[in-house]
């Protein structure tokens, strides 16, 4: 199974999520602050998911997410006592790609990390243009096996809700996906945030792409999203 970092200065709080998710087969790593779970998510590249809380001492769950994100795509789901629409946002322009509320249910807590950490098995699409297995538009490059993007033969850093996203619309280039379609097939049925999430993923994901992004991922005004055919 995976190795899951989990941080929070609750030390119930993480024996509770550590001794759930062992029993569940992974290996878990606690972080008591989040200067200590950076140490330790640069002493185990093989890190598979981080669960942060938000108020932690030291660095906040939102730093430890922006550090995560400049080496690591891995899954992130941040963690607060808190409800507010700042607090989600802030935390999906770190770049989390989960945000769950205290308190929640172990059960429910699994069940959605089990779904990050599977949700990125695409398969490889067979109706465009591929080389070895990777859909190419333009000098884009997207290869679902490998969750790799390259952008003029450069690798382009992505979470793994950016990356599904991006999938989802080069694999049928032209067509339109209404936000609450991308919320459902990519964030699961049982998501029950803002979606506006949607948009704050498509803009990071035009940010990173440059010019490539923001001429080809296109919003259909009142709709959604699609990519360029072209």
Known sequence: MAKILVADDEELIRKLIGDCLKKNGHTVLEAED?????EIFKKNPDIKLAMLDIMMPEVDGWQ???KIRETSGIPVMLVSARSQDFDQIMGFESGADDYVTKPFSLAVLVRRIDALLQRGAVKTPTNQKEDDGNIVINEL?????????????ER???TLKEFSILHKL???PGRVYSRDKLLDEIWGMDYDGDIRTVDSHVARLRTK?????????????GTGYKVNNN
């Open 170 to 172: 080069c694999k049928s």
């Open 34 to 38: 989040g200067a200590k779970a950076i």
């Open 209 to 221: 792409l440059g010019e490539w992004g923001n001429k080809n991922i296109v919003t259909v005004y």
């Open 141 to 153: 490059s997207v290869n679902p096996s490998a969750y790799e993007v390259t952008l003029g033969g």
């Open 156 to 158: 382009i850093e992505l």
């Open 64 to 66: 430890v997410c922006r």
